[in-house]
């Protein structure tokens, strides 16, 4: 059972403040302001409350377009990057989307708002407890899944979008093979060090069409679970 402390310091935490919407309001004008000009990702960004995906210890800084530590040496990425990677997913309603790194589930809440059904992967047992709870609270449904999203979910898909939030040494060929005719995949690539954000549009069976979009900072896929 809850003490009365704990539910009050609950409370507090969930709380949404007339603060936190302003604060919100003036990251969306600063993500438009480096060029993303799709209305319904700024609307989402908008809408939800980042401070609640955040680790206790840097709640404060929550509307700073910037990626924080979340535990398990993991970060929330940047609003910024967030909705960069989500305008080249090019999400429409009904899309079935595979997210690779669930992470605080914050992504996953974005791709939701777009009307997106996910199916979220993450290998870290405490980050996928954390996002199952948060996003549960806050009334998401995607399907979640412990495990190496590597190998991504063949018996869920195929997928009209995948995303991969971790930076990864290659185009893992699993995802590829699970991305439907006509499927977008956006993909940061390279070494530990920095990643180029690819973007690939499967055209046929074996015709993958990429494109690259631009330098990014990602912690690493790693292959198998933390267990
Ligand atoms: N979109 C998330 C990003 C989290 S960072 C957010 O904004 O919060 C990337 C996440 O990918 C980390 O949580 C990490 O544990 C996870 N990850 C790394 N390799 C993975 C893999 N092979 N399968 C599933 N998740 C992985």
Known sequence: ML????????RIYMNDSFQHKGLRKKLVEIIRGKGI????????IGSIPRHLFMDSSFIRFSYKD??????????????????????????RTRH???????????QTAVLLDLGASVYTIERQR??????????GELGY????????GYQGKETYGPF???LVTAGAEGVPQALLQQLKTGGIMVVPVG????????????????????????????VPLLKGTNE
């Not at 000009?37 to 989402?44: G, K, S, T």
């Not at 910037?66 to 999400?91: H, K, M, N, R, W």
């Not at 079935?96 to 914050?106: C, H």
């Open 37 to 44: 000009r799709d209305e319904r990702i700024l609307q989402a």
């Open 66 to 91: 910037q990626a924080f530590p979340i535990g398990e040496g993991q970060t929330i990425s940047q609003p910024y990057t967030v909705a960069f990677q989500t305008e080249l997913l090019d999400v």
């Open 3 to 10: 003490k009365k402390y704990q539910i009050c310091i609950y």
């Open 160 to 162: 009209d979008r995948i």
């Open 141 to 148: 449904k995607p399907h979640f899944f412990y495990g190496d």
């Open 191 to 218: 070494s530990k060090h920095g990643q180029e954000m690819i973007r690939i549009i499967r055209r046929g069976d074996d015709d993958f069409e990429r494109t690259k979009h631009g330098y990014f900072a990602f």
């Open 96 to 106: 079935k989307v595979l997210e690779i790194g669930t992470g605080s589930g914050y």
């Open 126 to 135: 405490k980050l996928f407890l954390n996002a199952q709870a948060i996003l």
